[in-house]
């Protein structure tokens, strides 16, 4: 039914799937994240894009991947997608030599229960990147 591929963000009609997603899933604002770094993946249905996430070198944390975004269509949301696309980018940063993944939550959660689920425990970080009420996860890959 789903079916979640790695994708490459420099081609321009997938930057643009990427950005579209964006838009639809973090509708309040958000920033888009510089898609044309790090490695992105995006799940579908059949052939529409319905979820997407990346993973990015972390600025804050010494051999650590930060888990940019997850993010899943309404419609599509508790169907293990978030947990799937988590799975998939933190295989590929042990291959890419990270040691650690690292994200946040602000008010999420479905997201935060996910990480729980994961294995990811909270952190508190030496340089907070966040709002003051963010909540900052970290799991080791061993």
Not at 13 to 19: G, H, N, R
Not at 21 to 35: K, M
Not at 71 to 92: I, K, S, Y
Request: charged residues 20%.
């Amino acid at each position: 039914m789903y079916r979640i591929c790695e994708v490459d963000a420099q081609d321009e009609e997938v930057a643009d799937s990427l950005a579209e997603l964006h838009r639809l899933i973090f509708c309040d604002g958000t920033r888009a994240p510089d898609f044309e770094h790090g490695h992105w993946w995006i799940a579908f249905y059949g052939a529409k894009p319905i979820a997407f996430a990346g993973v990015i070198p972390s600025t804050h944390v010494a051999n650590a991947g930060y888990l940019s975004r997850v993010g899943v269509a309404m419609p599509h949301c508790g169907h293990g997608l978030q947990v799937r696309l988590t799975r998939a980018l933190e295989a590929r940063a042990r291959r890419a030599g990270c040691k650690t993944i690292v994200s946040d939550t602000t008010d999420n959660v479905f997201s935060a229960n996910n990480f729980i689920r994961l294995g990811y425990r909270l952190f508190e970080p030496v340089s907070p990147w966040a709002w003051h009420h963010t909540l900052y996860w970290r799991k080791e890959l061993v």
